[in-house]
């Protein structure tokens, strides 16, 4: 597209334009008919005639009726967009609609019925035998849609980006797969689909800001699910020892290529199962989506600069085994100088931390002085997948402790290409250590920490009727898409991302 205020008085000059086509056909009759009903599609068309002769086409008398948006005019020609491709429409200069389709402006859209033949070119055609304009596109549509400058206009309107972008419309046909995927795996795994709160009294099940809201009849205040974590490990108190959700989640936190306010998550939790049984399920699950999805395990991710040029090629293969680590040898393995005696005290946590530049609060203890330190250092060097496992008790509220080693949990977070996916735990089912960390999240709260965990009264008696030896894991499934289609913004894999409103 070129410039918009330069395109803005020409733009207006064609509304203007199809404007007045509109008032004519009112003029005439129902401008807006409902009465047609297509019996084929591009793509099918394709498969079925796609192989034959125009001789054995021409004695096949296959008859179609397509509808769809005019994409493109070449003299008689019409190309039609349909949800499945593209196909073209043929009117002869003596048809009676003739003169009426040249008045068709490209984005209207319109259904047609006749034989299918094969141009010269070895194309397919619809003879146009009957025609009938079904909605006519007051805008035109971009003659460009590409370039650095056009990225916020496509992700404000969405169904623009659709109706001209084929590449855009196979990564939502991609994440469709993706959840289609997820959901049989699970479901074939005796997991059963449930429905938890979106508006919650009690925000939990992460440590993130949420969003407020008020409830008049109730007169309360409540808030957008950061997670349904806990309303989840209720179903397994409850009985249900193998649960999912796919869901919506709402963190009134910053934008980023990762990082959208509103997201899609699979949260799901098994009874008599530990943190390792989650790791073995996860690396078979994705590779299950995977050739669901890509139809194999082995996909090719690229790198760009700020001018949106390639500057690196990842290539990933789920069929290998993925990789363990934990988070204290994760940092003494990408930091050769650290040595382990002096990232086991918080002084020298600090001592190393101060060195790396990053700042910390006084109240930060060992284990989230360590967390800090492989924010910095190691994350976004987790390129092939990677579970980091072990992490300190101090930033894992509700996993359970180790009990090896009580200072770090049963806990891992899955990586790749640099980006968290996926984290899951051995579920905390002491009710009276529940409460303790709890109370300190309280704390942390009143410190003035916004993203600390509230006291969940409720969850703490539901521990204590009993919840059964469980893990649980949540995975990300925008960040999943973005990596199997090679997506750089989480923008680019939601279909109406959040926007600053234009003026």
Do not use: C
């Not at 395990?297 to 790198?303: G, K, L, S």
């Not at 002084?347 to 530049?357: C, Y």
């Not at 649980?472 to 960040?479: A, L, P």
Request: proline share 5%.
């Amino acid at each position: 597209m070129t410039d918009e205020k330069n395109t803005q008085p020409e733009e207006n000059k064609l509304i203007a334009e199809r404007r007045a086509k509109l008032s004519a056909i009112r003029a005439k009759g129902p401008a807006f008919p409902n009465d047609f009903r297509p019996d084929s599609f591009a793509l099918n068309l394709q498969d079925e005639l796609g192989e034959k002769t125009k001789e054995e086409l021409e004695s096949l008398n296959r008859v179609a009726s397509v509808a769809g948006r005019i994409m493109a005019k070449r003299g008689p020609f019409l190309v039609l967009q349909d949800v499945g491709g593209r196909i073209q429409l043929y009117i002869d200069k003596t048809h009676t609609q003739a003169e009426e389709v040249k008045t068709w402006d490209i984005g209207d859209i319109v259904g047609a019925t006749g034989p299918v033949h094969k141009s010269g070119k070895g194309d397919l055609y619809v003879m146009i035998e009957k025609t009938q304009l079904l909605t006519k596109a007051l805008r035109p549509l971009p003659d460009k849609w590409h370039g650095l400058s056009d990225t916020e206009t496509r992700y404000r309107q969405r169904y623009v980006d659709l109706i001209v972008n084929d590449d855009v419309k196979r990564v939502f046909r991609t994440r469709s797969i993706v959840i289609d995927a997820i959901r049989d795996f699970l479901t074939d795994r005796d997991f059963l689909e449930v429905e938890t709160p979106m508006m919650q009294v009690i925000p939990g099940g992460a440590t993130a800001k949420p969003f407020v809201t008020y409830h008049n009849a109730l007169d309360q205040q409540m808030y957008l699910r950061i997670a349904p974590e806990l309303y989840l490990k209720r179903l397994v108190v409850g009985g249900f020892d193998k649960v999912f959700e796919i869901n919506r989640n709402f963190r009134n936190e910053g934008l980023s290529t990762r990082h959208n306010p509103e997201f899609t998550m699979l949260e799901f939790y098994q009874a008599y199962a530990d943190y390792r049984d989650l790791m073995d399920l996860t690396e078979n699950m994705l590779r299950y989506v995977a050739k669901r999805a890509l139809g194999s395990t082995q996909f090719i991710n690229t790198v760009r600069n700020d001018a949106g040029e390639v500057t690196e090629t990842r290539e990933y293969d789920f069929e290998k085994p993925f990789a363990r680590l934990s988070v204290f040898n994760s940092i003494l393995h990408f930091n050769p100088d650290i040595k382990a005696e002096e990232l086991q005290t918080v002084e020298g946590a600090r001592n190393i931390a101060k060195q790396l530049g990053i700042p910390l609060k006084d109240s930060y203890g060992l284990g989230k002085v360590q967390i800090e330190i492989f924010e910095k250092t190691v994350e976004h060097r987790l390129m092939q997948p990677t579970f980091i496992t072990e992490y300190p008790t101090e930033v894992s509220p509700l996993a359970r402790r180790n009990d090896a080693n009580p200072f770090v949990t049963d806990r891992f977070e899955f990586f790749v290409g640099g980006r968290e996916l996926a984290n899951g735990f051995s579920e905390l089912n002491d009710a009276e250590d529940q409460a303790e960390r709890f109370s300190k999240q309280v704390e942390d709260k009143d410190a003035g920490d916004e993203e600390a965990m509230h006291f969940d009264a409720d969850y703490i008696a539901a521990l204590e009727y009993g919840l059964p030896p469980t893990a649980g894991e949540g995975i990300g499934i925008d960040r999943l898409v973005m990596l199997l289609t090679d997506s750089p913004s989480i923008r680019d894999v939601v279909l109406f991302p959040h926007m600053r409103p234009q003026n």
